[in-house]
């Protein structure tokens, strides 16, 4: 199967998307439906996809479900449950139940406090993610890191992937400290991660070249079989197209095999995509 990993659909005038204003996003600011993705299905070959959520609200998880039991290439649902209330165990409990739903990320990029992850009152949600047997999707900044890596020992048998690479700051340059925690959690830990969102970090503009290094390190260091790409689709568009990324990725992996697994064989296994 050609499986992209991380793809988003939502529709603005539900009201939960706080962070969908400002100019700088004006051009994803409109209903992006499944039927706006078929061109990009039939353009390459896509079998299947893992939709993500986009707003911390449990209603959006109901609304992608929703979305993922009418759409067939929507193979799994991401969604999102607030830690901070230890009653959302009922909807994390009741989504369990769906066919299509794999697990949750809570949007930690957006939380102010770095230490989040590691407060008493939210481990709860990490251990029911284990009891309940479902996916953690890692959504963070290189400043999480050391954090993320206490994490993922602390929960060594949690299903964990890393989306967008833990977003180095490309458009800055920024290599060697992020390379450095990156390689210490794939070598320290079972973690998987999504090669994916790396446009989104450089500057208008970018080319494969740009992109390469941090791809590169990414595929060296977890190896193509905990590695999966991702689209990030429609995100991608504010700096790119996913003609263009789709086309860097492959770039970065000229073994048939390995690409079989970046590009499907990898998610199928995360996902439990049959």
């Known amino acids: 199967m050609n499986i992209d990993s991380h793809q988003h659909f939502w529709s603005p005038s ?35 996809t893992v939709l993500v959520q986009a707003a911390p609200t449990v209603e959006e998880t109901e609304y992608m479900l929703g979305l993922a039991d009418a759409t067939d290439f929507v193979a799994r649902v991401v969604g999102w449950i607030d830690f901070e209330k230890p009653a959302d165990l009922k909807h994390l409990q009741r989504f369990a139940a769906h066919k299509k ?18 407060r008493a009152d939210v481990q709860w949600g990490f251990q029911a993610i284990i009891d309940l047997d479902l996916t953690f999707d890692a959504l963070g900044f290189p400043i999480h890191l050391d954090n993320f890596l206490k994490l993922f020992n602390r929960y060594s048998t949690a299903r964990i992937v890393i989306d967008h690479c833990m977003k180095p700051v490309i458009r800055e340059s920024a290599f060697n400290d992020w390379a450095r925690g990156m390689k210490t959690i794939a070598r320290d830990t079972n973690v998987f991660c999504k090669l994916s969102g790396l446009p989104s970090e450089a500057k208008p503009g970018w080319t494969t070249e740009t992109l390469r290094p941090y791809a590169e390190h990414i595929i060296d260091v977890f190896g193509p079989a905990r590695v999966m790409w991702g689209s990030d689709w429609p995100v991608v568009e504010l700096n790119g197209t996913y003609a263009s990324w789709r086309s860097s990725a492959e770039s970065y992996l000229t073994n048939a095999e390995e690409r079989k697994e970046v590009f499907g064989g990898t998610a199928a296994r995360f996902y439990r995509i049959a």
């Open 14 to 48: 539900r009201g939960d998307y706080f962070w969908m204003s400002g100019d700088a996003v004006a051009p994803i600011r409109r209903d992006i439906l499944p039927k706006d993705f078929l061109a990009h299905k039939e353009r390459h070959g896509i079998d299947r």
């Open 101 to 118: 739903f794999s697990g949750v990320r809570p949007m930690i990029q957006d939380i102010p406090d770095k230490d989040w992850m590691h």
